[in-house]
């Protein structure tokens, strides 16, 4: 098993340019989320999916659009890129139901916006 | 909303000296769980904490979760360099389809 993949590593932005981060997991987890990760504020939520067609809001979902065609993709879609939106970008998966939600994270994207 | 604070920020402490970080929920948890992240990593889910009072260990790391199910620790005893990173706690409020509320983190660096 691969885990959680994402892709790019690295990506570097002009402002009001758009781009996709991409992520996939072969656990066939129903949960799946994105994570901004910036200094001194921890992990916040950005945008969560629960299965297949359904997908809601984070803490932080502004300038941000997902969708979930599949159990295994999760896009992270940037609309107009913005300085503030530099930041290490995570995903996530975990089963809604088990012993432990343990999430299992991507190894994430790091994403500068200039 | 529901908040979980995390202290201290930072720790830096000698090679076995022991190191503690500490975790507060503003509401009840359903339960509470530990990762870790290492420098330039992603991160680790460590433990999950469920029932009121428990302690658990792995090793050096003694986890509690209080009897209140508002607040939780993580204890290393005598760190290593290998300790080095952040911990994180994430709390599970049991209403929000599984969303976790994720401190601060506290990060530890371990003088050899």
């Known amino acids: 098993n691969a885990g959680v993949t994402q892709t790019p590593k690295f990506q570097v932005l002009k402002t009001g340019q758009s781009m996709t981060l991409q992520c996939a997991q072969d656990?066939?987890?129903?949960?799946m989320s994105w994570y901004r990760q910036d200094p001194g504020m921890g992990l916040r939520l950005i945008h969560y999916?629960?299965?297949?067609?359904?997908?809601d809001q984070g803490e932080v979902p502004n300038g941000y659009n997902v969708s979930r065609s599949t159990t295994e993709d999760f896009p992270l879609r940037l609309l107009s890129a913005a300085p503030s939106q530099t930041s290490v970008y995570f995903c996530?998966?975990?089963?809604?139901?088990?012993?432990?939600?343990?999430?299992?994270f991507g190894p994430g994207t790091r994403l500068t916006v200039l | 909303g529901q908040q979980v604070m995390q202290i201290p920020q930072y720790q830096h402490v000698q090679e076995g000296e022991d190191f503690t970080t500490y975790c507060n929920s503003s509401?009840?948890?359903?339960?509470i769980q530990w990762y870790k992240q290492r420098p330039g990593g992603h991160p680790v889910f460590l433990i999950q904490?469920?029932?009121?009072?428990e302690v658990k260990k792995q090793k050096r790391l003694t986890f509690q979760f209080g009897e209140a199910k508002k607040n939780s620790s993580l204890h290393i005893t005598a760190t290593q360099t290998t300790d080095v990173g952040t911990y994180f706690c994430?709390?599970?409020?049991?209403?929000?389809?599984?969303?976790?509320?994720f401190g601060k983190g506290t990060k530890l660096s371990v003088k050899p």
């Open positions: 996530a998966s975990s089963y809604l139901v088990s012993p432990t939600n343990e999430q299992f």
């Open positions: 656990m066939n987890h129903e949960y």
């Open positions: 999916s629960v299965g297949a067609g359904i997908t």
């Open positions: 509401t009840t948890l359903s339960n």
């Open positions: 904490l469920v029932k009121s009072g």
């Open positions: 994430a709390g599970d409020d049991g209403g929000s389809q599984g969303n976790l509320i």
